[in-house]
């Protein structure tokens, strides 16, 4: 059976410098996925795929690098993976998730899944594999389903303390 | 889909920062800097989302930044411009933020509001 989506390459610079980017690959996903993913969330999917592209762009690399993104739309979910290598992610994750993953969290099935458990959440988002040790460091994959039965958008999350207060990390 | 865009303008009773399009951490200007401008100036500030498509955490930040400056300063007052059903009151909703914040359906609500 044929599944649709699509692939894109982009390059991150740290310090906004490829911000341009993000909004490309949003556009790009989301054609794809109202073309080829019926029944899938269009806004929850654009939010998604921006928060987690703008992560890599600000927090993945000290000089530019690679930034990818893969959709693949199956019968029920549209599963994207945003890919980046570099250093510093790491650390933005050990102080705990900002508002923009914990959004992802929020829209995403199995991301919210994942996100249930600290440690497997961090695993999975580091997601080193034990060959890259050593040479290229992956900066993480971030993998989320997004079904296409109904919206997640009408839950209403208790985000983060730090949203009341005013002062929310990235 | 339009790139984002902000406008700023002076009403009678408030300032009033006009956005539209998409915005996100490409935006430039963003919200953030529009905020701070009008802060610095005092008084009422009405950020109007009716023409926005998109919005991503870096709004959202800009909001608490402006809801912060607010509570901390007499005088100062932030009101939200977003209608039933948008995108904008959605991810306001999603993340609890309209419950922070006074949000009106339309820019004429907002302003005679007290």
């Known amino acids: ?170 | 889909m339009a790139v984002g865009e902000v406008v700023v303008e002076r009403d009678e009773h408030a300032w009033v920062v006009t956005l539209r399009g998409e915005h996100d951490m490409s935006t430039n200007p963003s919200l953030r800097d529009a905020l701070h401008e009008v802060f610095g100036r005092g008084s009422k500030v009405v950020v109007d989302f009716s023409e926005v498509e998109f919005i991503d955490s870096t709004v959202l930040r800009a909001l608490a930044y402006g809801r912060k400056e607010a509570v901390e300063h007499a005088g100062h007052e932030l009101v939200i411009v977003a209608p039933s059903g948008s995108f904008v009151r959605r991810v306001l909703r999603l993340t609890g933020i309209d419950a922070m914040l006074s949000v009106y359906q339309t820019r004429t609500d907002a302003l005679v509001a007290n």
Not at chain 1, 2 to 22: D, F, I, K, S, T
Not at chain 1, 35 to 51: F, I, K, Q, Y
Not at chain 1, 84 to 107: D, K, P
Request: proline share 4%; with cysteine; net charge positive.
């Open chain 1, 1 to 170: 059976m044929r599944h649709g989506g699509g692939r894109w390459a982009a390059l991150a610079a740290p310090g906004g410098g490829a911000a341009g980017h993000v909004p490309e690959i949003r556009h790009a996903v989301v054609d794809v996925l109202a073309r080829e993913c019926p029944g899938v969330d269009l806004s929850a999917a654009a939010l998604v795929v921006t928060e987690l592209a703008a992560n890599v762009v600000t927090h993945a690399y000290v000089k530019p690098g690679p930034l990818d993104v893969e959709v693949v739309c199956e019968p029920d979910a549209a599963v994207v993976t945003v890919r980046g290598w570099g250093r510093g992610f790491g650390r933005s994750i050990r102080r705990g998730m900002g508002i923009g993953l914990q959004i992802v969290a929020a829209l995403a099935e199995s991301f919210a899944s994942m996100a249930s458990s600290r440690r497997r959440s961090r695993r999975a988002w580091l997601g080193r594999d034990r060959a890259d040790r050593g040479r290229r460091r992956r900066h993480g994959d971030a993998r989320v389903r997004i079904l296409t039965a109904g919206s997640r958008f009408a839950k209403i999350v208790a985000l983060d303390r730090r949203l009341r207060q005013g002062v929310l990390s990235e």
